[in-house]
């Protein structure tokens, strides 16, 4: 392992600064670890040497002619594979986008080619993220780093991976019900959905639009607050991405948490939280008690409604976002000769995977004649309670914190039954429900697999977020642990 | 209510996906034990509350139609299963 890898995307923009290094090393890394470890892990989809040395040579000469630089420039990142790369394969984890080069830039993409991070390649995902483990995935299962029969989470599990196994320091993911904060938890790194429109889902290939959004995945807090100061903004090409003007996201990080309000939603307690996983959060509300944080429990009475309002609503948005994928402008066509609506069946039949067609059957079913009010606009209305839950609990208190998932990373195969893996997001899909940013941190391990902290605020107070996570973060050592991979 | 063989080939014809007969005994399943967690909302009294489409307020928003820089028709075609003469080509529906 070269040391480079296991800098922090701070440590690696200190070190380029001073000219201690150059991108093209680190670059050079990140490319010789991928090809070290990635037979094992199996994080990405597709990698990119040449375009990233091209682009690591331009930082490099800039830098050297003295022209001004973000702060990440020269630092290798990763992209979940359903981020438009413009002349690079972008799948969504799908056969039925096999073959899809993109003919533009997703606006995440462009920003971080503007701010100077270098894209390594694309990351693995449950097919169009919907999923809990990779396994979902038209092309492989990737691995856990802290175990390799063990799934590293999803549907951002490429991305989570990737970081986990030193293969890059930062990546993006997208969280539409917990696929940023689930793996990061399940990969023992840190991971954060921003609030729902901080960050543009312009080329971000569309799963549940009213629930997607775009964050960052890193080994530090601050290494994601810096990622995320690099991609969030308003963007004219996402109508629904915010006027709120961005601000630093780390300049939280190091003061005092001294007086903040933190309330313990007694009913994230249940729903199936294993024992290890309880006694590590509890512990840590027992540390941030200890930094100053008041604590108090607290109720958000309609959780339990939160997983099945969300398997409506998501799927619903779905089944409209996918009926795109007809055979005809893009992606997959059958070869079968069948008539017009035949080559749309057969095409989609032949291009998607089981779950992917579960969630199209159950959300056309919801919206379909007869069923809208019964299942769709319940599903809406009890939306409105869950946020309703969180708005008069963020009038008492500043954060909230949770596990992030139930449980640490299961087998491979482990939760055959659709519904189960389902309920490894039943800490983090109300959050995607009421729009509002949380991060996922390290807090312990059982049997020497992560064990993730969620922490939750109220919307465009990201910098407040990651203020509480690096308080814990500095106070333990969680973090610290590198995957015991060889 | 539990979805019925018959009901599952009848939303995935809705859905546009032409399911084997393996994939409706597969799919029959997961459907169902879906619509069993959803029965739990429909004890729930929501009489009076505003549906949620969006967890931000979002509104329309406009622009002038001016004519912008867009992706070339060669970009456009570039992805096609089938392209000619600048056209995206489907296979004929219509009988000779």
Request: proline share 5%.
């Amino acid at each position: 392992m070269s040391d480079l890898t296991t800098l922090t995307a701070l440590e690696c923009s200190r070190k380029l600064v001073s000219k201690e290094i150059s991108s093209r090393e680190l670059t050079e890394a990140a490319l010789n670890r991928i090809e070290a470890v990635d037979g094992k892990v199996r994080a990405f989809l597709t990698v990119t040497p040449e375009r990233a040395l091209a682009a690591a040579d331009r930082v490099d000469a800039k830098r050297a002619s003295g022209e001004p630089l973000s702060p990440l420039a020269g630092v290798p990142i990763a992209l979940k594979d359903n981020m438009c790369t413009p002349g690079v394969r972008t799948t969504a984890g799908s056969k039925i986008l096999g073959n899809f080069v993109p003919p533009y830039s997703a606006t995440v993409v462009s920003k971080l080619e503007q701010a100077g991070l270098i894209i390594v390649g694309k990351t693995n995902l449950d097919e169009f993220a919907m999923g809990s483990s990779t396994e979902n995935s038209g092309f492989h299962t990737s691995r856990n780093p802290w175990d390799l029969d063990r799934v590293p989470g999803g549907s951002s599990g490429g991305s989570a991976a990737a970081v986990a196994a030193l293969e890059v320091p930062v990546s993006l993911g997208s969280d539409t019900g917990g696929s940023i904060r689930q793996p990061a938890s399940l990969c023992g790194i840190v991971g954060m959905k921003p609030t729902y429109g901080r960050v543009s889902r312009y080329g971000l290939i569309a799963y549940a639009s009213s629930l997607d959004q775009i964050g960052p995945m890193g080994r530090t807090v601050l290494d994601c607050a810096l990622t995320l100061n690099a991609i969030a903004g308003h963007d004219t090409m996402d109508s629904t991405s915010t006027e709120v003007a961005t601000e630093d996201f780390s300049a939280g990080c190091g003061k005092s948490i001294a007086g903040l309000r933190i309330g313990v939603p007694k009913e994230y307690f249940g729903q199936g939280v294993t024992p290890d996983v309880a006694a590590a959060v509890q512990a840590a509300i027992a540390k941030y008690t200890e930094l100053g944080a008041i604590v108090e429990e607290c109720s958000l009475p309609n959780t339990e409604y939160a997983l099945a309002s969300y398997y409506i609503i998501a799927p619903a948005e779905c089944s409209s976002n996918l009926a795109r994928f007809d055979g005809v402008k893009y992606g997959h066509r059958t070869n079968e000769l069948a008539g017009h609506i035949g080559l749309t069946e057969k095409t989609r039949d032949e291009g998607f995977g089981a779950e992917v067609k579960q969630r199209i059957m159950i959300g056309t079913y919801a919206l379909s004649a007869g069923y809208y009010d019964a299942y769709y606009k319940r599903a809406q209305q009890v939306r409105t309670l869950i946020r309703r839950d969180f708005d008069t609990a963020f009038e008492r208190f500043d954060v909230l914190i949770t596990p992030t998932s139930p449980g640490t990373a299961f087998k491979i195969g482990e939760k055959a039954d659709p519904l189960e893996m389902k309920l490894a997001d039943v800490c983090t899909i109300p959050i995607n429900m009421a729009g509002l940013p949380a991060i996922s941190i390290p807090c312990g391990f059982a049997e020497g697999l992560p064990i993730g902290l969620q922490l939750i605020t109220r919307p465009y107070a990201e910098t407040k977020l990651f203020n509480a996570a690096h308080a814990y973060e500095q106070a333990t050592q969680w973090g610290q642990k590198f995957a015991p991979l060889t | 209510m539990a979805l019925t063989r018959e009901d599952v080939k009848k939303v995935a014809l809705l859905s546009r996906l032409e399911l084997t007969d393996e994939e409706v005994d597969v799919q029959t399943k997961p459907l169902n034990d879906l619509l069993q967690q959803f029965e739990a909302l429909l004890a729930l009294d929501v009489t009076g509350v505003e549906p949620t489409s969006h967890s931000m307020p979002v509104v329309n928003v406009f622009r002038q139609d001016e004519i912008k820089p867009s992706l070339t028709r060669d970009q456009v075609l570039a992805n096609a299963p089938e392209a000619r003469d600048g056209c995206f080509v489907v296979p004929k529906i219509i009988a000779e």
